[in-house]
């Protein structure tokens, strides 16, 4: 059995935290080094979208720590600051017809990283305009 207190850099000072029980039978400290897994699920798993907002399902697991926040982004290269976990979240979808690809990442309260994505087609809806010119015959 063992006590401890921190003292953050401006000097203040916690109050005592006790850890253990029996040496022999109970683990007093845990150190999670394993990521996080989840998966998202774009609009239900639906087959493609000419829609650019969709419903996100979003799951997250992490039995050490517990699942802390979740980044999201259309490139894999930026991404939205870290939020708090949520089971669903209206996103985005970047312009123009293409297979579309969500990628998320999320975040244990020990600080892994674990990612994920799910990518469908989609067709974009803006109107285009048709130019048609009839030339008279000789």
């Known amino acids: 059995?063992?006590?401890?207190?921190?003292?953050?850099?401006?000097?203040?000072?916690?109050?005592?935290a006790s850890f253990g029980g029996n040496a022999e039978t109970?683990?007093?400290?845990?150190?999670?080094?394993?990521?996080?897994?989840?998966?998202?699920?774009?609009?239900?798993?639906?087959?493609?979208?000419?829609?650019?907002?969709?419903?996100?399902?979003?799951?997250?697991l992490d039995t050490q720590s517990g699942c802390g926040a979740m980044q999201l982004s259309n490139d894999n290269v930026t991404f939205t600051p870290?939020?708090?976990?949520?089971?669903t979240r209206t996103w985005t979808l970047a312009g123009g017809d293409a297979t579309k690809t969500v990628y998320v990442r999320y975040l244990d309260r020990a600080g892994n990283v674990s990612a994920c994505s799910d990518a469908f087609p989609y067709e974009d809806p803006t109107p285009y305009t048709e130019l048609r010119v009839e030339l008279p015959l000789p």
């Open 26 to 60: 109970s683990r007093d400290v845990a150190v999670d080094t394993a990521p996080p897994s989840g998966s998202v699920t774009i609009d239900g798993g639906a087959a493609w979208s000419d829609t650019p907002t969709v419903s996100l399902k979003l799951t997250c």
């Open 1 to 16: 059995h063992w006590r401890a207190r921190v003292r953050d850099a401006s000097g203040q000072v916690s109050g005592w």
């Open 82 to 87: 870290p939020e708090p976990f949520a089971a």
